[in-house]
């Protein structure tokens, strides 16, 4: 990512000091518009390169496919526009230059709220899913404390029943966390716990807390299908 920006830095700054070579050769009257115009189009090119970097470091922190497709076209379009803006300035409309100087604050304004819009946009999306992902991941770890229950040899009259457990977790919704999963991992704590009792009530304390669980799993189920009806 440094080796990128850094290569984009460089290209950035060999094309500026092209443009303003080329400019300053080229131009020889520097009347009405002009200087603005040239001032404009090299911040375009500024903007242009500074833009792509932004978004390199932006793309750390934001959904890289909404930053980097939708951040990239307002950059390149508002670096095309405005050096096109003001190519036509300096050659037809070199004497107006309030129209000039409303265009360019016009242009920028829209280009900076779009972007906002596409940064805000791109935040949000990359905050849902590290909270979907974080969901799935203590999910999975909570299927995994059941699945090795399951196999454990001192919960052999217990297996199928907590393997059917497992399997109502790892298939139901867990793509987001809910108050009932606080009460789920409590419950399989319970009972890792309990494996670990020799006394001779475990089997009558297992078939209680595995009921419990089983009631737990059964009100996560109800919770989510009310939170996916309230999306419709």
């Known amino acids: 990512m440094y080796r990128r920006s850094k290569t984009i830095l460089i290209s950035g700054i060999i094309t500026i000091i092209a443009t303003i070579i080329i400019l300053l050769l080229f131009i020889k009257d520097w009347l009405g518009v002009t200087g603005l115009a040239v001032t404009a189009i090299i911040w375009s090119e500024m903007a242009f390169f500074g833009g792509l970097i932004f978004v390199e470091w932006l793309s750390k922190k934001c959904e890289q496919i909404i930053v980097r497709s939708a951040v990239y076209f307002i950059i390149l379009a508002y670096s095309s526009i405005n050096i096109l803006i003001s190519i036509i300035f300096m050659m037809v409309l070199k004497w107006f230059t309030n129209s000039f100087i409303v265009i360019e604050l016009v242009l920028l304004t829209i280009s900076i709220i779009m972007i906002l819009v596409s940064v805000t ?76 009792d020799r006394r001779e009530a475990i089997h009558e304390k297992m078939n209680k807390k595995l009921v419990h669980l089983n009631t737990l799993i059964a009100n996560r189920k109800i919770a989510t299908q009310i939170m996916q009806r309230g999306k419709i």
Request: glycine content about 6%; overall charge negative; some cysteine.
């Open 121 to 196: 946009a791109g935040s949000s999306i990359a905050e849902s899913n590290a909270s979907t992902m974080g969901a799935v991941t203590d999910m999975g770890v909570i299927v995994g404390r059941l699945d090795k229950l399951a196999n454990n040899p001192e919960c052999r009259e217990f297996s199928s029943t907590i393997k059917k457990l497992s399997d109502d977790l790892r298939f139901t919704y867990n793509s987001k966390k809910l108050p009932e999963d606080i009460e789920i991992d409590k419950a399989v704590e319970e009972l890792e716990i309990l494996v670990g």
